[in-house]
């Protein structure tokens, strides 16, 4: 498995870096329907038909290592 891992939200992409998360889970308190910890304890996205961008990015910002990140098409980090 890759350590990234993108997804599509909106007008961003989000970027988890496996290797840098440590599973706080604060992401996960700011986007519930959009994140989950998988089996290793490591934030994964969950199947969301429509996930809410704004809450994307909250996630992002709460993450205390900066394992997830949210950039802009034209690769311009906005979160965190």
Partial sequence: ???FVDRRIGRLTIR????LCVGFG???AEADELLELDADGIVA???CPSPDEERALRACQACPVDALVALTDDGLQVAP
């Fill in 16 to 19: 988890v870096d496996r290797h």
């Fill in 45 to 47: 996205f969950r199947d």
């Fill in 26 to 28: 604060d992401c996960i």
């Fill in 1 to 3: 498995m890759s350590d």
